[in-house]
């Protein structure tokens, strides 16, 4: 069996300040682990993903993720907040196995402080 | 038009009618998937088609029946629904079956059934 747990469902940061969003994960295969963005009225955008090549993921807008297996974790961070990243945030898992869907946390709402 | 796009963006419906959902993708994708998002629940993964041919059906009530005519459209079919499957029907598609591939996603139709 497979699932994702997203620790935090509401996380608030300053802006400017570090972003920090926890995902952790549990697999019977080597996963692939993505994270996803949903702003209001609108689909998922994805940011990064780990396809198990480099443990530490750069995606956009100066996210990024490290694997780590010894944790079955997938953090994602950002240095500095902006204010256009308040949105849900989804950590998602792929671990073949004949699945070609995605397992998806129940998301981490991110609010953004002036 | 660019991406997924999804049509309609809001339904409401009786619980004795009938209704589809429509999906579009226009980014030479061969596979594409419906998603149940719910508040306060993880996505859910519904149906996966792979070359137009149904790979994957998670449990799903009768309910809900999906076409796929081609490689670029996708059907959600509802009848006799019920209040509990009020949610945001997402679709998205990727280039293979597999879900390592970057699934894109749409809109999402927000159904509220009555």
């Known amino acids: 069996a497979q699932s994702v747990t997203q620790l935090d469902s509401h996380v608030s940061v300053s802006e400017g300040t570090p972003v920090l969003l926890r995902c952790n994960y549990s697999s019977s295969y080597s996963p692939s682990l993505f994270w996803y963005v949903q702003h209001p009225n609108k689909g998922l955008q994805l940011l990064l993903k780990?396809?198990?090549?480099?443990?530490l993921v750069k995606g956009i807008n100066g996210f990024e993720a490290e694997f780590k297996k010894s944790e079955t974790s997938f953090h994602l961070t950002k240095p500095s907040a902006h204010m256009s990243d308040a949105a849900e945030y989804f950590c998602?898992?792929?671990?073949?196995?004949?699945?070609?869907?995605?397992?998806f946390g129940k998301g981490t709402h991110l609010i953004i402080q002036p | 038009e660019t991406g997924v796009t999804q049509t309609p963006r809001h339904l409401v419906m009786g619980m004795t009618n009938k209704k589809s959902l429509k999906c579009e993708q226009h980014l030479g994708h061969n596979a594409m998937y419906w998603y149940k998002q719910s508040a306060k629940k993880p996505l859910e993964l519904m149906f996966v088609?792979?070359?137009?041919?149904?790979?994957e059906n998670n449990s799903v009530p009768s309910r809900f029946s999906p076409e796929c005519p081609n490689s670029s459209h996708l059907f959600l079919h509802l009848h006799t629904l019920q209040p509990e499957d009020s949610a945001l029907y997402l679709c998205?598609?990727?280039?293979?079956?597999?879900?390592?591939?970057?699934?894109?996603f749409g809109p999402g139709t927000r159904l509220l059934v009555l």
């Open positions: 780990y396809t198990s090549a480099a443990t």
């Open positions: 998602a898992l792929y671990s073949g196995g004949g699945a070609d869907g995605l397992t």
């Open positions: 998205a598609s990727s280039h293979s079956g597999g879900a390592v591939e970057t699934q894109y």
């Open positions: 088609y792979s070359l137009e041919e149904r790979v």
